[in-house]
């Protein structure tokens, strides 16, 4: 790998290799690792409120698709020498809280479950393209997996549709 800029001696071009910036392609692995967590402990704050079979397998499988990318960039994270940083206790808890509250007064809970979901997957969507475009040069690896994230979170909206 080239290191491009070392000649001037400044912070940010030992930061950059390839035309990548290393502070970029970090800071994209923290928000995938963050999406994918907070896509986990929301349907892990719903999962046991629906008595939808079918709903349930689909959550099922959403969660360990994205499990599947919390890993692969944790370890991208660990590979370059940085460690993951968690979700806010007292966010994660409020936002459970909500969701419970939410299709527990609903007359339609799988249809609230449904969504509430689709909504997450919104504003998820929302943020990576946002990352996508706003970072630049990313490597293949890391640029692949924040595809891979937009694609699940609209395989995501598309599967719960059928829940309305």
Do not use: W
Request: proline share 2%; aromatic share 4%; hydrophobic share 35%.
């Amino acid at each position: 790998m080239q290191t491009e800029g070392l000649s001037d001696g400044s912070p940010s071009s030992f930061q950059k290799r390839e035309g990548r910036n290393l502070k970029n392609e970090e800071k994209m692995l923290q928000e995938i690792r963050k999406a994918t967590q907070m896509g986990c402990y929301g349907i892990q704050a719903v999962l046991d409120e629906t008595a939808d079979r079918d709903l349930a397998e689909a959550l099922k499988e959403q969660h360990t698709e994205y499990d599947k990318l919390f890993r692969e960039a944790d370890r991208l994270l660990h590979e370059r020498g940085s460690s993951g940083k968690d979700i806010n206790f007292m966010a994660r808890y409020g936002a459970m809280m909500s969701s419970k509250a939410k299709v527990r007064t609903s007359s339609d809970p799988t249809a609230k479950i449904a969504e509430l979901m689709m909504e997450g997957n919104t504003r998820g969507m929302i943020k990576s393209i946002r990352n996508i475009r706003t970072m630049g040069l990313l490597e293949p690896q890391i640029s692949n997996l924040s595809t891979r994230l937009l694609q699940t979170e609209q395989a995501n909206i598309d599967q719960m549709k059928h829940f309305l």
